[in-house]
């Protein structure tokens, strides 16, 4: 029997709608994962199978056939983990043949034990399923509030595949995650430090509300201990607060790369600390250019 479930990959900032196929036949037991799936998405095997047995659900000794289209363009991560256990779970008649999710897609890894474990870049990928039509999103619970941030989506938090089981054969209803904008916007915005927290220093201070009023870079050099970095640290705090636009950008690279920590909007103003010679190699280089 074949069943087709709808799931998301990243390429950079830019998703590609994933088509899971799977395909269970009698022959020689196997289950061989194709449409150009890296190590991590051909592991999903074991992780799939044996959440499946620790939810109650003894699968066949068949031919499992798994096919992530589209086959051109490299799939990877543990981000399918939930989809391809649905996509089973269906083919094999655990799940209900005429449930409807051609609008909905699932993101998430599993666990041996059934769990649905937190992924990175569920914000990007929820951004760009709304460009494919998709309605409905499947996220673990971990990443719904952060999933939520997207408006048009019902974004629904699981915490295990049973959960999934369950609301897919229509005995449990899923609580739909909603994002308060205004609430999370006003409430989130506390930096550790302050500006005001500067002792002395008064022109270069002046120097610095200046740039930041009027949007301007600005290039502090003085001996190591002066005082740079800290002073270049609190920059932030004196910026007015980001724009939702503003947040769902940061949130979206910071998801990316796993360090949205909270799983929420980022209301705070990153700042990065790279090492003083990135700035010494740009002043040789534009003087030499200059």
């Not at 051109?72 to 996509?87: H, M, P, W, Y």
């Not at 083919?91 to 474990?117: H, P, R």
């Not at 700042?271 to 280089?285: D, E, K, L, Q, V």
């Amino acid at each position: 029997m074949l069943s087709v479930v709808k799931s998301i990959a990243l390429q950079g900032l830019n998703g590609i709608l994933v088509r899971i196929e799977i395909d269970i036949s009698s022959g020689l037991p196997s289950w061989d994962t194709i449409g150009l799936a890296d190590v991590s998405v051909k592991e999903s095997k074991e992780r799939v199978r044996t959440s499946i047995k620790n939810c109650g659900i003894n699968l066949l000794s068949r031919k499992y056939v798994i096919n992530l289209s589209p086959a051109n363009i490299r799939k990877q991560g543990s981000i399918f983990d939930l989809a391809i256990a649905v996509g089973i779970l269906q083919a094999s008649g655990e799940i209900g043949e005429n449930i409807k999710i051609d609008d909905t897609i699932f993101i998430g890894e599993l666990s041996l034990d059934g769990n649905v474990e937190s992924v990175n870049g569920v914000l990007p990928m929820c951004i760009e399923a709304l460009k494919y039509g998709i309605k409905k999103v499947i996220v673990p619970k971990k990443n719904s509030l952060e999933a939520s941030c997207v408006e048009g989506l019902k974004v629904f938090g699981v915490s295990s595949l049973q959960e999934v089981i369950n609301y897919l054969n229509g005995k449990l209803e899923l609580k739909e995650e909603k994002f308060d904008e205004e609430k999370i916007l006003k409430s989130s915005n506390n930096y550790d430090i302050d500006f005001n927290e500067v002792k002395g220093q008064k022109a270069t201070k002046r120097a610095l509300e200046i740039a930041v009023a009027g949007n301007h870079n600005a290039l502090m050099i003085g001996n190591p201990g002066c005082g740079k970095t800290m002073m270049a640290k609190r920059i932030v705090t004196i910026l007015p607060d980001m724009s939702f636009e503003e947040s769902l950008e940061v949130t979206k690279i910071y998801s990316i790369v796993g360090k949205n920590n909270n799983n929420s909007l980022m209301t705070i103003r990153p700042f990065r600390s790279p090492h003083h010679t990135i700035s010494a190699t740009s002043m040789i280089g534009r003087r030499n250019s200059s």
